[in-house]
């Protein structure tokens, strides 16, 4: 650390006391000497001129101060003192400078700047004594670190200074039993292993105060303590990092050995430098954050271990066009020869294609479930044995609230899809099918559901993710957004273990297509059982993808334009097909009531006689002897959206539900008034009637209906509803 003093004086070579009194020396001889001139008429003088001069000399200063990194407090110091000189040389023109009153004025003034210049340099000089003495510390600790002979010494000043630190701000007394150095050129950190003392005291005890452990030990911006469990219920381990690895980039690394699910996967690295490794063939991650927090990154090195391992079947959702794949893929549009197979088996870029996706996927679990006992019985294990010839499908999906979210719950197709989703959460760990959600937010809006959250067993709250969502993703309250600043950097919670913080290695496009072609080949198939359950849906996922690949065609030969040197605009205007901005539907072939021209044939018709209704209305004593105007209006309102994507459908014959479905909820409490009835069941009873109101907001009206006494619930929590004697009436 380059040793940089604070200047407190007002020129080269002088301190704070020596410096102020040269200053106003220079201050007093100029308006001296101003006046001497004005009052034997050698040239004329303005009060104004002293305060000129102290302005120039002030921003003089202020400018040189800036330009040497000075800290703030003694450049507004040096500033202010000219000014001060500025205004005494003023009012001294104005009146006698040489009258006891203006020079007791200067005196007094240079007295109060040097005394608050010494009281500065004094501050400053302890804070450099404290940065010189930790800078040794650390250069103990690397010195220690490179040479085992010393470990031994540091080891007990380390233990014997945390030891009292411990005590002084947690009133703890523990046992440091163990000193672990972190590996490193430059030491970042060590990690203490004591023993607790007696009467019950815990870890989480400790955990409380991590703040300001690393507080006392002034520890560097970025630098935290980090409290967790030990080796049994009475010890506990401290994570104290003293350098800022986390501000540092890391390279995914570039070796690809063939590997297995089954193993540990490779996420991220903590702050000691020891690789966060997770068992993705057990458990669901999910990874929320907000824009630029790194969450794409996260995606693509987790895409990068599982194309190593050969056992795995990657698929992706991503209704941005496939975005997240996109990267992969060209790859292998870029190279056939290097990379001949896809890195992403399949990929779901629409609502209407993830359902195709996830039902099949569906359908494959719950048939492995029955059709595969026996090979987990000659196996014997209770989870199904992956291999080449029985492969994972592992189904990562960004942009989680697009699927799972609140407000694409509206979307028949998407419920479905998020049913299905839900469902592969709950049932896919035995059968070999797991998930990765990436969402920018750990709230109900973008995950639909706390059962998203519930059943994943690794999180990551990326960079910057606000602390209320750490809270709902975590449940711990002593989280602080400001541990996890850079891009990269997560909290990370492996099953039940306390968040601790790390980073996750950067991977840039060209590693990305190095990594596709090297592990082209270990993309297996599904297996024959697999296949035939699959079937069309498997065999013709890249038919009904032409969309995506013509896109990913016109971006390989994009990419081959670019590296030649052509221009931007050239390449992107001449080589990628451009959207237009008004999609005209296609004319449809037949005139029946599901193509477009039919509807919009019907609507115009219903318009006419929703006019005639209104124009017979309006005659006195006159009604409808019709309803059909009333029909067609309510199925013009209660028809789907067209959309410019997909064919238009026309609405079933009967009518959708027009009641409120709190309405009709009590209407179903009082319908069951002799066996009760839960809030999944009403929930069923609503989505058969045509309802799109999800279990949530049914459990909340009927638990709100309840506490009005609207409705009972006799047996307390998770028992049925029933009607009360006053709240029959719906």
């Not at 005494?88 to 023109?93: E, G, L, N, T, V």
């Not at 010494?118 to 690397?142: F, N």
């Not at 670019?562 to 296609?586: D, F, K, Y």
Request: aromatic share 6%; proline share 8%; glycine share 8%.
């Amino acid at each position: 650390m380059a040793d940089r003093r604070v200047d407190w004086s007002w020129g080269l070579g002088h301190g704070p006391v020596s410096g102020v009194a040269n200053a106003a020396a220079a201050a007093c001889a100029f308006t001296m000497v101003s006046d001497l001139a004005n009052a034997h008429g050698l040239f004329p003088s303005a009060p104004w001129w002293g305060l000129g001069g102290g302005a120039t000399a002030a921003a003089l200063a202020a400018g040189i101060g800036a330009w040497q990194y000075q800290p703030t407090r003694a450049v507004l110091y040096r500033a202010g003192c000219w000014l001060a000189a500025g205004l005494w040389s003023m009012a001294a023109i104005r009146g006698n400078p040489w009258s006891p009153r203006s020079w007791l004025a200067l005196a007094i003034g240079t007295v109060a700047a040097g005394a608050i210049g010494l009281a500065y340099s004094r501050v400053d000089q302890r804070a450099r004594a404290r940065e010189q003495r930790e800078e040794g510390h650390r250069r103990r600790l690397a010195d220690a670190a490179r040479r085992p002979g010393r470990r031994a010494a540091v080891h007990d000043e380390i233990a014997a200074e945390w030891t009292g630190r411990i005590t002084r701000v947690c009133s703890i007394a523990v046992v440091v039993r163990n000193v672990e150095l972190w590996p490193g050129e430059q030491l970042p950190g060590f990690t203490l292993d004591a023993d607790l003392p007696e009467g019950g005291t815990t870890w989480q005890d400790l955990q409380r105060y991590q703040d300001g452990l690393a507080a006392d030990a002034r520890l560097p911006e970025g630098c935290a303590v980090e409290v967790g469990p030990g080796a049994d219920r009475g010890c506990v381990l401290l994570r104290v990092g003293i350098r800022n690895a986390l501000a540092e980039d890391k390279a995914y690394p570039r070796v690809y050995p063939h590997e297995s699910i089954n193993e540990p996967r490779l996420l991220a690295v903590w702050k000691d430098d020891t690789e966060v490794r997770v068992p993705m063939r057990q458990e669901t991650a999910l990874i929320v954050g907000p824009t630029g927090s790194g969450k794409t990154t996260t995606l693509n090195v987790v895409i990068a271990d599982l194309l190593k391992c050969v056992d795995v079947i990657p698929c992706v959702i991503d209704f941005n066009g496939g975005g997240l794949a996109i990267p992969w893929l060209l790859a292998w549009r870029l190279d056939p020869q290097r990379c001949p197979r896809p890195p992403i088996s399949w990929v779901a870029d629409s609502p209407t294609k993830a359902l195709t996706m996830t039902q099949a996927l569906l359908e494959l679990a719950t048939d492995r479930k029955q059709a595969y006992a026996s090979v987990k019985m000659a196996a014997n294990t209770t989870l199904l044995p992956i291999c080449a010839d029985l492969p994972l499908f592992m189904l990562l999906i960004d942009e989680v609230a697009e699927v799972l979210g609140t407000a694409g719950q509206r979307d028949p197709t998407i419920r479905k899809v998020a049913d299905n989703v839900l469902e592969l959460q709950r049932i896919g760990r035995d059968s070999g099918v797991r998930l990765v959600i990436s969402g920018l937010g750990a709230t109900i809006e973008t995950l639909g559901s706390r059962a998203v959250g519930i059943h994943s067993k690794v999180k990551l709250a990326m960079a910057q993710t606000p602390p209320d969502e750490m809270y709902y993703l975590f449940n711990v309250s002593k989280l602080s957004a400001e541990d996890a600043v850079y891009p990269g950097t997560a909290h990370i919670q492996l099953g039940v273990d306390p968040p601790r913080v790390g980073k996750v290695p950067n991977l840039v496009p060209d590693q990305i297509i190095e990594i596709a072609c090297a592990t082209s080949d270990r993309r297996p198939d599904p297996d024959q059982r697999g296949l035939q359950v699959l079937g069309e849906r498997w065999t013709g996922r890249w038919d009904r993808c032409a969309e995506l690949l013509a896109r990913l065609d016109a971006g390989a030969a994009a990419v081959e334009a670019l590296r030649r040197g052509e221009p931007i605009s050239a390449v992107v205007g001449a080589v990628t097909p451009a959207r237009p901005a008004n999609p005209t539907p296609a004319p449809a072939a037949s005139d029946d009531a599901g193509s477009l021209s039919g509807a919009l044939a019907d609507l115009n018709a219903a318009r006419q006689q929703l006019n005639d209704a209104i124009d017979q209305a309006d005659a006195p004593h006159s009604t409808p002897e019709d309803p059909a105007s009333v029909q067609a209006l309510e199925a013009m309102f209660q028809a789907p959206a067209i959309q410019p994507d997909r064919p238009w459908v026309a609405p079933p014959a009967a009518a959708a539900p027009h009641k409120h479905p709190r309405t009709r909820m009590r209407e179903l409490v009082t319908e069951a008034r002799e066996t009760g009835i839960t809030p999944g069941e009403v929930h069923k009873r609503l989505q058969a009637e045509g309802y799109s109101t999800v279990l949530q907001t049914v459990t909340t009206w009927m638990r709100d209906d309840a506490a009005a006494g609207i409705i009972t619930q006799p047996g307390g929590d998770r028992t049925p509803y029933f009607p009360t004697p006053h709240g029959d009436r719906p």
